[in-house]
């Protein structure tokens, strides 16, 4: 037995009615993730109906490669069948797509519109990959479906001026010049929460805080506890909530607030809404907030010695296909 028929026969579910079985399956090779994967798998009985796959090379006589398209989506099923020869490869890695990220579309004309976005994406993360000089990687990310405006407008949605009343600035002199490691992950030292989603609102800058926030916590108390960024959003009378804010302005309105509570207790609903701290039930308090100099060798000095940070990131680029490291652009 070769190679193909192996991996064919691990595919095929095994239906001891079946006289015999068909199945097709595409093997999609990612270069940027270095890794491949089987998708959009069809079986069905020959002598039986199919029991969950729907075939559309067999319902119109189309090439073999036609897309397999599980029948619960219906209306991508039926867009299926008008998909150019040209767009199967593409529109497979998008119904992959859909499936991975339980993406969800109301009408025809927006899986055809988010599927022509997609493909620019695609074609996007090939060119940036093939120019990138940095350690940056692109590929496939959960916002695949947006156009770099969109993007923009949920994750960027504010520009900010400097603060009328910043928080104080700490000068390159206090910061020892102690030897630090090449690589360091305060992760591996249980002081960092799993990784959150803001979803569609420009909150970037209360995870921000929150995670800085639970990393000091942790290192101080021995106790990790994922802190509230809807706290923040309601409450937090200076910052823009869904459309923006700073963490040093963020910093203030906590010392004000008295605490944060915990994730559990105040959960993130991805929009603003009324004030509702409990001030016993606050689980986290800072005294006070400092700014660091822009010097990259002094912040990872004090990053090493202290613990976990907030940074503001100027992104002139915006990237819906980005995944890990670092452009040149992105250092300045």
């Known amino acids: ?7 064919a ?26 890794s491949q994967e089987f998708i959009n798998k069809g079986c069905f009985s020959v002598n039986k109906l199919r029991s969950y796959h ?9 090439p073999q490669n036609t897309p397999i398209i599980d029948t619960a989506a219906e209306n991508v099923f039926k867009i299926s069948q008008h998909i150019k020869p040209k767009d199967f490869g593409a529109w497979n890695l998008f119904t992959g797509y859909i ?6 579309y109301e009408t025809k004309e927006e899986i055809l519109r988010r599927f022509h976005v997609y493909k620019r994406n695609i074609r996007a993360a090939k060119m940036y990959q093939k120019s990138e000089l940095g350690s940056a990687v692109y590929g496939e990310t959960q916002f695949m479906d947006l156009t770099p405006s969109e993007f923009k407008r949920i994750m960027l949605p504010y520009v900010w001026e400097k603060p009328k009343n910043p928080i104080r600035q700490m000068s390159p002199d206090e910061i020892e010049d102690e030897p630090f490691p090449n690589s360091f992950d305060w992760r591996n030292k249980s002081v960092v929460t799993e990784v959150k989603n803001q979803g569609a609102c420009g909150s970037c800058w209360a995870f921000s805080v929150t995670g800085n926030i639970e990393g000091q916590w942790a290192k101080k108390t021995g ?3 994922s802190l509230s960024e809807q706290e923040i959003l ?12 700073m963490p040093m302005e963020a910093y203030k309105q906590i010392i004000n607030m008295g605490g944060l509570e915990s994730e559990a207790e105040y959960p993130y609903k991805r929009e603003k809404d009324a004030c509702s701290l409990i001030k016993k039930d606050v689980v986290a308090y800072i005294n006070d907030s400092v700014q660091l100099p ?4 002094k912040i990872a000095a004090y990053l090493f010695k202290n613990g976990p940070i907030s940074v503001v ?13 670092i452009t040149p652009s992105d250092k300045n």
């Not at 499936?99 to 969800?104: A, E, G, L, V, W």
């Not at 309601?234 to 804010?245: E, I, K, L, R």
């Not at 822009?294 to 060798?297: G, M, P, T």
Request: hydrophobic share 30%; aromatic share 8%; charged share 35%.
């Open 9 to 34: 026969l691990n595919l095929c579910s095994v239906n001891e009615d079946a006289l015999e079985k068909s199945c097709d399956f595409e093997v999609v090779i990612r270069k940027w993730e270095h």
């Open 313 to 325: 990131v100027f992104q002139q680029k915006i990237y819906t296909t980005k995944y890990d490291g």
């Open 99 to 104: 499936n991975r990220y339980n993406k969800t």
């Open 1 to 7: 037995m070769d190679d193909k028929e192996r991996i």
């Open 54 to 62: 729907l075939h559309p090379a067999e319902k119109n006589n189309k």
């Open 223 to 225: 106790k990790l506890v």
């Open 294 to 297: 822009a010097d990259e060798e």
């Open 234 to 245: 309601d409450c937090d009378g200076v910052d823009q909530a869904c459309n923006g804010g």
